[in-house]
């Protein structure tokens, strides 16, 4: 059975990643905040988290700081698992319920008249996310605008934006080069590879990635 449409914001963005650590939540942020200094109204989304409650705030925490809401609405309390593990296996390990993606998106709700919508994923695109799932059924079930990938810029992205491309495929994708330095050889050969290469839309500057994500680029 299909889930009752509710309303969505203007434009919804899922952010992605390559790996963990590549900076998801850093972006996300960043485009939030963006986004509201240019007069947009915004809401950031975390359907699932885990972490270590060692290292302090969360990434709900920060996305709730960029885009002005509570942290319980970017991520409910009890999708919040204090285990560095994949979420579906924190899960497990604290004797919680696993949920299914379905259950994940059934507690997405936007507040009305958002303009845009930014929803983070967890680990890599293939990183298991739900008891059924991972960040391309998320995907697959959530039918955003415009997908993220966050990448690193240095050696190794090749090799996982195209894998992680492939496995979004069918879905408008931007790849996002995080900590890109023009001045290093190996991120402007990247970039230029991914783009010029392989075809694949590639952005360093968070202005651009704004373009995207209100659709002015294509």
Known sequence: MSRPERHRPQFTVLVAGTATEVGKTWVAARLLETARDRGHTVAARKPVQSFDPAEGITDAAVLAAASD????????????????????????????????????????RWPPDVELGVVEAVGGVRS???????????????????????????LGTINVVRLCAEALDGHRVVTFLNRFDASDAVARNNREWLHERDGFAVETEMDGLLGWAFGTVS
């Open 128 to 154: 298991p996310l739900s008891a059924d799932g991972d960040t391309t059924d998320l995907a697959d079930a959530l039918r955003p605008d415009l997908v993220i990938l966050v990448a690193n810029a240095g």
């Open 69 to 108: 809401e509570t942290v319980d609405e970017v991520c409910p309390a009890d999708r919040s698992y204090p285990l560095a593990m994949a979420p579906p296996i924190a899960a497990r390990e604290l004797g919680r319920t696993v949920p299914t993606t379905e259950k994940l998106l059934d507690q997405v």
